[in-house]
Every structure is written in C-alpha cells, then in structure tokens.
C-alpha cells in the first residue's frame, strides 16, 4: 500500500472516529466539598463559568467530558495526517 493511501485511509477513520464522539461538554466535573453538589466549570469569554450538575446526571456528564479529551486528541492526530497529506499531494 502506498503512503498516501495509508494516508487517505488514517484521515477517514480518524474523521469517522470524531463524528461519532461529537456529543461532549467541554469543561470539568468538580465537586463542592463545602456544598455537597457537583458543577460543570470551564472558560468562555476569559471567564470561567459554573453549571450545577444534577447528582444523577454527574456519570454521563464525565463521560461526556472525557468524550471532548479524546476529540481533542482525535483532531490533533487528523491534523498530523491533514498535514502528511498536504506535503505529498503537494510535490505531485
């Protein structure tokens, strides 16, 4: 198999593997030890923002959460291959 269909076939799976984790929260699960309550934190704007998270949806949210970890990890491998790709096609 040729490099660029290596390639070609990485850049599908990868793109294939993002669409199908594309339901996630970005931010992170904390847990208020003074209030006994779970919250959604991340930033927006510059400032961070705080969502309370309901006890018995604390597991799906997460897993939700650690869905945009992997996304995260997912492009930056789709980009690494976006650029192989573009390096080939460009001496062609």
Known sequence: ??????LKSQQ?????QICSNLDFLIGSVVRSPAMMY???TTK???KTVTR????GLVPQ???MTERHKEVRVL????SNVNWEL???ESRE
Do not use: T
């Open 1 to 6: 198999m040729k490099r660029i269909d290596f």
């Open 12 to 16: 599908k799976m990868l793109k294939e």
């Open 38 to 40: 779970h919250s959604l």
């Open 44 to 46: 927006a704007g510059g």
């Open 52 to 55: 309370y998270v309901r006890k």
């Open 61 to 63: 949210v997460k897993k």
């Open 75 to 78: 492009m930056q491998k789709l």
């Open 86 to 88: 573009l390096k080939i």
